[in-house]
């Protein structure tokens, strides 16, 4: 009884964590589109988005319209998805290596993506037809494929998949070292400092397009793997007890991650220490069973990364933080929580 008292219990919570961050979400979007050197009341915000929805025909400023539609509402909703999948990320390569200080750049994703970037803003790699994003994105499958022919596709287990990512960023940021000391001039090295610490500046519809596709697909494919997910918590061999196919399944969802990784450092930068901190939190309201922990981890995520966000635009006037700089202060603490309970728990 009381074992399912306690599950009721973390359903209850689940079903009320939902509608709650579903609200926060909304709010912290429309206060988003809404702040800026340009402060844009929330009333002509939803008249702006229900105009350009077909649902109404409100008047309202083209300035202030083309500001919220074209920049800020994008962004926003960018910031909100790429919370989402790193959150997720985060979630299945803690459960996948067993190690709860894994996250999305444990197998080097973000370091690969960075190489490319630089390789394009430095060296001009591609003679301008291969873009940013295009470079950041070939460089972090790079990574992933080196980590993936050490590992054995993912068949090492976990201790070698760590060992191999750990291998693949001390590689690629070896490079990119390289590359920016060697090549690079002042206003070059400040270009990629400021993208190595992520930024939504950039981002606009074309963006969160293919990351709504991307990352559907992706949290899709692991909530149809949550049963693994929870075998996989309690080792391999538990996870083969129950006819899980272990090798192939942890190939799938170590591809899925690093595509949601990658897709996201090749378009924002490294935004660290969501993907690390977020799981735990969620995992603490909602229990460690995937069917609820990968939903709550998106809405949460998606809710923090706005947030900080909000904060990056808003710290400093007429100046945009960073994005990992926010996150990194939020982390760190954090992280050292987690480290510290660790500890005691030895």
């Excluded at 993912?154 to 760590?162: F, V």
């Excluded at 992520?198 to 692991?222: H, K, N, T």
């Excluded at 930068?269 to 901190?277: A, E, N, P």
């Excluded at 949460?300 to 710290?315: E, N, Q």
């Amino acid at each position: 009884m009381t074992r399912e008292r306690g599950f009721s219990g973390l359903d209850a919570r689940f079903l009320l964590l939902v509608p709650v961050c579903l609200v926060v979400l909304a709010l912290a979007i429309a206060a988003a589109v809404g702040i800026g050197e340009m402060p844009i009341p929330i009333g002509t915000v939803a008249r702006s988005v229900t105009n350009h929805m077909g649902w109404t025909t409100a008047e309202i400023s083209r300035i202030q319209d083309s500001v919220i539609w074209d920049l800020r509402l994008s962004r926003a909703l960018v910031a909100a998805l790429c919370g989402a999948g790193l959150a997720i990320c985060g979630a299945i390569l803690q459960s996948l290596l067993r190690n709860t200080l894994a996250e999305p750049y444990v197998l080097g994703v973000s370091a690969g993506a960075s190489t490319g970037a630089v390789a394009i803003i430095i060296l001009g790699v591609g003679a301008g037809a291969v873009s940013l994003s295009a470079g950041a994105f070939a460089g972090a499958l790079a990574a992933f494929a080196f980590v993936a022919v050490l590992s054995g596709g993912g068949r090492g287990g976990a201790d070698r998949t760590i060992l191999s990512g750990v291998a693949a960023a001390q590689l690629f940021n070896a490079l990119t070292a390289y590359i920016v000391t060697t090549s690079g001039n002042a206003q070059q090295a400040r270009d990629v400092m400021f993208w190595l610490l992520g930024s939504f500046g950039g981002v606009r519809w074309p963006e969160f397009q293919l990351l709504v596709v991307v990352i559907l697909i992706g949290l899709a494919v692991c909530i149809w793997y949550a049963r693994a997910l929870d075998a996989f918590t309690f080792g391999d061999d538990a996870a083969a007890s129950l006819g899980i196919a272990v090798e192939r399944v942890r190939l799938v969802l170590f591809a899925v991650t690093a595509l949601i990784t990658a897709t996201i450092v090749s378009m924002v930068g490294s935004i660290g220490f969501v993907g690390l901190v977020v799981p735990h939190a969620v995992r603490f309201l909602v229990g460690p069973g995937h069917m609820r922990l990968l939903p709550s981890c998106a809405l949460v995520g998606a809710v923090f990364m706005v947030l900080a966000d909000i904060v990056s635009r808003s710290v400093m006037v007429q100046q945009t933080l960073p994005i990992g700089i926010v996150t990194a202060l939020v982390g760190v603490p954090c992280f050292s929580l987690i480290l510290y309970r660790q500890r005691r728990a030895l």
